[in-house]
């Protein structure tokens, strides 16, 4: 059975190119599977399938088994670690049919050519999509935040050119999970709650601090940190110039040599042990990492700094080369993920979807009022696998999503000085 | 030109020294006539042009290529090897890590070439040269990340050597240059490569025919004249080869500086890795380049010590 898809397939191969290959290939296997179930007449000519290419935030098993069950074709994911997903969205747009990418690479992505413009008026639930990413405030009185927010990536002229002069009918990318990052710390190493970036350069943490070693990130929160101490106060924290980024490099080569630093992580894995193993206090961290830790019985905090947390936001973009059916396929997709279950499912790992109402729709009230009102759990609740995550009575740190979207310092970012900043940050670490 | 193909070495693990038979060339010829080695060797050379020499010679290219934000533009530009000379901090962190590299280096073959020495002259029985071997290769069963991540319950803030120290009155407060230190790094980097070191010395120390021993003794060497002129100079090659194994593999490592050193140091390997990750292939693709000069130069430099070729 198998030789004869094989030889199918290399037949099919012939005069034609790799993507068409490939198309057939995965038709002729699946033809081939359901003959081998049902009477040979009924053969059932499959779709060929979307492929989608991201991080493992969004990029989940069970998200695209859901996804094609409702849409009728098989989606295919890859989930890629930061710098390989980069990567391959930026060189390879032949490999993928959607981008779940980052509103932060669109100074990378956008300029290269390598996505198309979304039309707004194929996207069934635009409307509703919250207004984080159409204005940058969720409500009038709202801080939009430095850096890259998406709502100064996201809109198109007519030209196909970034404007900042939204809301247009073409956009880069439909908004999806997004979250905002700021300090975890256990409240029984450090003495007292954390309330301020600031508390990353503290004296009283010396040697038990930890930061986040992604130079374009780290240096935010590093920046955020020296702020809130009042020794500079930068233009754009999310666009630094290179008297900006010398400043805070030499302040964090004397704090590196006071031996104020215990480590520098890189994965979600490496700054949980940190925690639990008690080799830090508190550190710059990612959100999910703080259920992580609780789990192990050790003691976390997320930190709501007075200063606004450093948010991130991702969502779909379409590769340039797609047209067609593919193409249709493609929006398909994206309404999909906007349609309320998607959004559900992440939101039990703590992220927030773009359309909040329909997530509210899917979402059973008791888990509702946790993850995205900031109140009390009424009941035990689970992660989207079914374990249990949250005791009851426990309150989401950083309160409500309005809350803590209301008020986001900086936005994960791509600066003009990029280069120079990765090089001075190795000049930090090497220090 | 004659030339004849030698005899197996006698005195290898677990053979007793076969009498020499003498083939000539021209007897292997007559095997098959008509079947040329090229073919055997045509996978191998395929394989290694298509994903060795090509990417190697791709690397090379773009380090010419002009980069902007949204990507790499093909072109002819000098710029990013000017950054690279005009720049201490590559320079500087391509020393770190050959500093690193040698004291590693200098520690595996401290430890490796005692065991190994062990292993082959004193350890009598092949049975239990053979089970003792395996033990050292234990390590390799589990993954390199995870040898690397049980340093941090060994050394940590609450690992198992502060305990024991605080436990019995040695130190008052946890010792933090233990983990995430340059001894922290040293010693990871030890303890994962030594075992790469002691199979190449093993197998040389253990084909040195036992007959010269004992006919040097016989003739009234001492130990220690035996060992520096007979079994030193024999096992050298082996020593050389373990060298060279570890050394470019060290030179190209990162993820203990992370993991172990708490990322706290600037290894070539992660500098490339963090220009890679923003898509700024030219300043990777340099520093890769003279990370490549390096481990030449310095595999160059171990060949030129000891002649491999001529005393295997």
């Not at chain 2, 995430?180 to 002691?198: D, H, P």
């Not at chain 2, 380049?289 to 295997?312: P, T």
Request: hydrophobic share 45%; proline share 5%.
């Amino acid at each position: 059975m198998k030789r004869k898809q094989a030889k199918s397939a290399r037949n099919a191969a012939k005069g034609m190119t790799r993507r068409h290959f490939l198309g057939t290939a995965g038709k002729t296997a699946a033809v081939g599977a359901v003959a081998s179930t049902v009477p040979l007449f009924n053969i059932v000519k499959a779709a060929d399938p979307t492929r989608t290419v991201g991080l493992a935030v969004s990029v989940i098993n069970e998200v695209q088994m859901k996804a094609s069950d409702d849409l009728g074709f098989p989606v295919r994911g890859q989930a890629l670690g930061y710098g390989a997903m980069f990567g391959k969205m930026l060189n390879q747009n032949d490999q993928y049919d959607i981008a779940e990418g980052y509103f932060n690479d669109m100074d990378v992505m956008w300029p290269s050519g390598t996505w198309q413009p979304i039309d707004t008026r194929r996207i069934k639930d635009w409307d509703k999509v919250s207004n984080l990413t159409k204005t940058g405030r969720l409500s009038p009185d709202s801080n939009p935040g430095q850096g890259d927010a998406p709502f100064r990536q996201i809109w198109l002229d007519g030209n196909g050119k970034r404007t900042l002069n939204g809301p247009t009918r073409y956009i880069t990318m439909v908004p999806g999970w997004h979250n905002a990052d700021s300090i975890g710390y256990n409240p029984d190493e450090t003495g007292r709650p954390i309330t301020s970036w600031g508390d990353l350069f503290h004296s009283d943490f010396r040697g038990r601090v930890a930061l986040l070693n992604i130079p374009q990130i780290g240096t935010m929160d590093a920046a955020m940190g020296m702020e809130a101490l009042g020794l500079i106060k930068f233009k754009d924290k999310g666009n630094m110039t290179r008297s900006e980024i010398d400043k805070l490099i030499e302040f964090l080569i004397v704090k590196k040599q006071e031996g104020h630093f215990r480590a520098f992580w890189e994965s979600f894995g490496q700054s949980v042990n940190l925690m639990t193993s008690g080799e830090v206090a508190l550190e710059s961290m990612w959100s999910p990492a703080v259920t992580a830790i609780k789990a192990e019985g050790v003691k976390c905090i997320y930190a709501s700094p007075k200063e606004g947390m450093r948010g991130w936001h991702g969502g779909m973009s379409i590769s340039a080369k797609l047209k067609g059916k593919a193409l249709d396929q493609a929006y398909e997709y994206i309404n999909w993920w906007l349609s309320g279950w998607p959004g559900a499912f992440v939101a039990r790992q703590g992220y927030y979807m773009s359309v909040p109402e329909n997530v509210k729709k899917s979402l059973p009230a008791v888990e509702w009022d946790y993850w995205y009102d900031g109140k009390a759990a009424a009941q035990e609740l689970p992660d989207p696998y079914g374990d249990i995550i949250v005791p009851k009575g426990e309150i989401r740190d950083g309160g409500s999503y309005w809350d803590r979207f209301s008020n986001i310092a900086v936005w994960n970012s791509i600066m003009d000085e990029n280069d120079y900043l990765v090089k001075r940050w190795n000049e930090f670490l090497s220090a | 030109m004659e030339r004849t193909v030698l005899p197996p070495h006698p005195g290898l693990i677990g053979s007793e020294a076969i009498a020499p038979e003498f083939i000539q060339e021209d007897q292997l010829k007559k095997f098959r006539p008509g079947f040329s080695a090229a073919w055997l060797v045509a996978p191998s050379a395929i394989w290694l042009v298509l994903f060795l020499v090509l990417p190697l010679i791709f690397i090379v290219v773009i380090s010419f290529w002009n980069y902007s934000l949204s990507g790499m533009v093909p072109g002819f530009t000098l710029e990013h090897y000017v950054e690279y000379f005009t720049s201490s901090i590559y320079s500087r962190t391509l020393l770190t890590t050959l500093r690193y590299t040698f004291t590693t280096m200098v520690f595996c073959l401290l430890l490796a070439y005692p065991i190994a020495y062990f292993l082959a002259m004193v350890v009598k029985t092949y049975k239990w040269q053979m089970s003792l071997f395996l033990v050292c290769m234990v390590p390799f069963w589990t993954s390199y990340l995870i040898r690397a991540i049980a340093w941090v319950p060994m050394l940590g803030r609450r690992g198992l050597l502060n305990n024991v120290m605080i436990d019995f009155g040695i130190i008052e407060k946890p010792a933090t240059f233990l983990l995430f230190s340059e001894f922290a790094l040293t010693m990871a980097l030890v303890q994962l490569y030594v075992v790469l070191c002691i199979g190449p010395m093993f197998f040389s120390l253990a084909k040195i025919d036992k007959a010269i021993i004992e006919a040097a003794r016989d003739m009234g060497a001492s130990s220690l004249q035996i060992f520096r002129q007979i079994i030193l100079p024999l096992s050298l090659p082996g020593v050389a080869i373990g060298m060279i194994f570890i050394f470019v593999m060290i030179m190209g490592e990162f993820a203990t500086a992370v993991v172990v050193g708490g990322g706290k140091f600037s290894v070539v390997g992660t500098l490339i890795n963090q220009y890679a990750a923003t898509a700024n292939y030219p300043r990777a693709a340099v520093n890769a380049i003279f990370l490549m000069i390096g481990m030449m130069i310095g595999v160059v430099f171990i060949m030129k010590l000891v002649d491999i070729r001529k005393q295997l």
